[in-house]
């Protein structure tokens, strides 16, 4: 076994953790609403949201894979570059994970893909159309999952109305657990291909595998795709709570038909985006849905928290190509010193990311902090969840 052959393998590992983080980073976009509302008990949504990630592997195609893929021009590409970008969106999704804010792994990876394709080769290295598709869906699908779960919520309460329902009637509730399913199902389809992308671009530029025979488009081995799409629903069924904890409890006071419109806004953004190979971010989608439905509900939003979440999705992408930069270049040292850089900015990573894992919180502490309606009503004062929240009616 040659050493290109042992050090696209490690790369490839080091993309399906990459994959993981963006499982659990990302849970919170599917299963927030249902287990904000008690629709679905905490303890069960990683596992329901996770199946739901993996049956996308049976559907979907590999448009959004392509995109990712052609990031950087294949000439540009190798390990070196693969590594840069993908340590740091493992390092940006872990940062953002600790301290509970939803931003995008989509655009982290794009992020270090960029920087390292920057420190590589320069602006000639970048395909910009791609870099543009992807900066597209960063205004494009915030503004449309938020404008369709704002109808949705009307609808939903125009039947509300007719049917003479109460919010959290089972009804509403199968309705969410349906459409948390599209959501998990649409979140595997888009992120599970990010890294499908990675790891079709580094087998490109190492020689192991090739182009389509339009010439544009990039063989996806078949293991690869199925690796992705384990290593995502591994990380979402692993949990993520933090960001659930976010999206669930703190940017508006959700019930089970304010959740079921927020599902449907994100699902629609999440699928459109994937029809036509936009590598959007599930997390602006499914938190702007949640915003969304907040605003349509008349329950309103914590904007506090609104504004630090948008301020995380306008400094991920240049800040995880100023993460990739910098690794990169540490990369091309002469060997002894790659290696000692390297070498420790990982050993430290990795014992900070194992000691993070190990001291969060997990679904029973989740479980716990949920307002029942009875407090719900009474406002409880000093909650630490509805705190900042506009009064409940």
Partial sequence: MDLLLITVIAVVAIALIFDFTNGFHDAANSVATVVATRALPAKWAPGFSAFFNFAAYFVVGTAVANTVAKTVKAEYGGVALAFAALFAAIAWNYATWRFGMPSSSSHAIIGGLVGAGLAAGGLEAIDWSSVEKAALGIVVSPAVAFGIAFAAMYLVLGIQWLTKLHDDHVIFKGFQLVSAAAVSFGHGANDAQKTMGVIAALLLGAGYTELAEDGSTVVVPEWAAFAAYAAIALGTLWGGWKIIETMGLRITTLHANSG???????????????????????????????????????????????????????????????????????????????????????????????????HTIHADDVAAEIPDEAELAEHVPGHPHLEGRPPVD
């Fill in 260 to 358: 079921t419109a927020a599902n449907i806004g994100a699902t629609t953004a999440i699928f459109g985006a994937t029809a036509v190979g936009m590598p959007i971010s599930t997390t602006h989608a499914a938190a702007s849905s949640i915003v969304g439905a907040g605003v349509g509900s008349g329950k309103g939003a914590n904007w506090k928290v609104v504004g630090e979440m948008l301020i995380a999705w306008v400094i991920t992408i240049p800040s995880a190509a100023t993460i990739s930069f910098v690794m990169f270049k540490l990369t091309q040292l002469p060997t002894i010193g790659a290696w000692i850089a390297v070498g420790t900015i990982l050993v430290l990573f990795g014992t900070w990311a194992v000691w993070a894992m190990l």
